[in-house]
């Protein structure tokens, strides 16, 4: 395996990690999952802006952590999926403006998660207002904290995700 590839596997793998620790910790404080959700873990969906690595990173610790959560099967999936298509639209949007970033998971989240809740937990809440606090949490994650660690990480962006020479 060269050195890029291990160096790239590495990469998903930790933030993966951090995404689950990071969803973990506010599963206990009970705000992953329901109608209204603030993942801190989400912070981490700016990751594509920096690295192509970051996709598979938050898609694969999504699918973990919303099974260590208990998440039925239809959450699993399309949770997971909506943090997918959250982090390739920030990847693709990366060379437009550093503060379209958050957009993508945001929008994404407040679009497919209040589906999972009604169709999947049968929560009673209008498909509307949940769309509201799914995405205010979103914004909260994805935009407050995830901004932060943008320009937290910006600075530092040629240490932290540089690629080796093979």
Same mark, same amino acid.
């Given at each position: 395996? #060269? #050195?890029?590839?291990?160096?790239?596997?590495?990469?998903?793998?930790?933030?993966?990690?951090?995404?689950?620790?990071?969803?973990?910790?506010?599963?206990?404080? *009970?705000?992953?999952?329901? /109608?209204?959700?603030?993942?801190?873990?989400?912070?981490?969906?700016? @990751?594509? +802006? +920096?690295?192509?690595?970051?996709?598979? *990173?938050?898609?694969?610790?999504?699918?973990?952590?919303?099974?260590?959560? *208990?998440?039925?099967?239809?959450?699993?999936?399309?949770?997971?999926?909506?943090?997918?298509?959250?982090?390739?639209?920030?990847?693709?949007?990366?060379? /437009?403006? &550093?503060?379209?970033?958050? /957009?993508?998971?945001?929008?994404?989240? &407040?679009?497919?998660?209040? +589906?999972?809740?009604?169709?999947?937990?049968?929560?009673?809440?209008? @498909?509307?207002?949940? &769309?509201?606090?799914?995405?205010? *949490?979103?914004?909260?994650?994805?935009?407050?904290?995830? &901004? @932060?660690?943008? +320009?937290?990480?910006?600075?530092?962006?040629? /240490?932290?995700?540089?690629?080796? #020479?093979?």
């Amino acid at each position: 395996m #060269k #050195k890029n590839q291990s160096l790239s596997i590495a990469q998903a793998a930790i933030i993966a990690a951090m995404y689950v620790a990071l969803t973990m910790l506010s599963n206990a404080a *009970g705000l992953a999952s329901g /109608v209204i959700q603030v993942r801190i873990s989400e912070a981490l969906c700016i @990751l594509p +802006f +920096f690295t192509p690595v970051a996709i598979p *990173g938050l898609f694969v610790g999504c699918l973990i952590s919303n099974i260590l959560a *208990g998440g039925v099967i239809w959450d699993v999936i399309f949770g997971s999926l909506a943090t997918l298509i959250g982090a390739v639209g920030t990847y693709l949007l990366r060379r /437009v403006s &550093m503060w379209l970033a958050p /957009v993508p998971p945001i929008v994404s989240n &407040m679009l497919i998660v209040p +589906f999972v809740l009604r169709y999947a937990y049968g929560a009673p809440d209008s @498909l509307p207002f949940m &769309m509201a606090t799914v995405g205010a *949490g979103e914004l909260i994650a994805a935009g407050v904290l995830g &901004m @932060l660690l943008l +320009f937290a990480l910006d600075r530092y962006k040629h /240490v932290i995700f540089r690629t080796p #020479k093979s």
